[in-house]
């Protein structure tokens, strides 16, 4: 019943920007934490960035801070990564995910999310 929709990912070069979105439904939308994934083929998923459960808080993984940032709208239930300074280490699959129940220590695990949108490609060519 919850659905998670990814958009705005592309085929971008080294040092460009993207604007990713996550269109949330079916939950309360400030009551679950939401996160940003990424997996690249033959790696594991790897924690970006989220919004803690409670509290605003936001985190980011050391590989973007400084060039992502991580936003929300809650009266539209919509999620956004602004992805500036694009490397060819950010190319991936970029998911959103979203839980309920996540504690701080445990929401960079992707075994807490039960619930994840389709994924959409960033490619970053050198």
């Known amino acids: 019943q919850v659905h998670l929709v990814e958009s705005g990912g592309g085929l971008v070069q080294t040092g460009d920007s993207l604007r990713l979105s996550c269109a949330a439904s079916?939950?309360?939308?400030?009551?679950?934490?939401m996160a940003w994934f990424r997996q690249a083929p033959g790696k594991e998923r790897e924690y970006v960035s989220g919004?803690?459960?409670?509290?605003?808080?936001?985190y980011y993984a050391d590989s973007v801070k400084g060039r992502f940032t991580i936003s929300r709208d809650n009266r539209k239930n919509m999620m956004y990564l602004q992805a500036n300074n694009l490397l060819p280490g950010d190319t991936a699959v970029y998911y959103c995910?979203?839980?309920?129940?996540?504690?701080?220590?445990?929401?960079?695990?992707?075994?807490?999310?039960?619930?994840w949108g389709q994924g959409t490609q960033v490619t970053v060519s050198s």
């Open positions: 995910a979203a839980s309920s129940t996540v504690i701080q220590s445990a929401l960079r695990s992707p075994e807490s999310y039960a619930n």
């Open positions: 079916g939950l309360t939308f400030n009551r679950y934490a």
């Open positions: 919004f803690s459960r409670t509290g605003g808080y936001t």
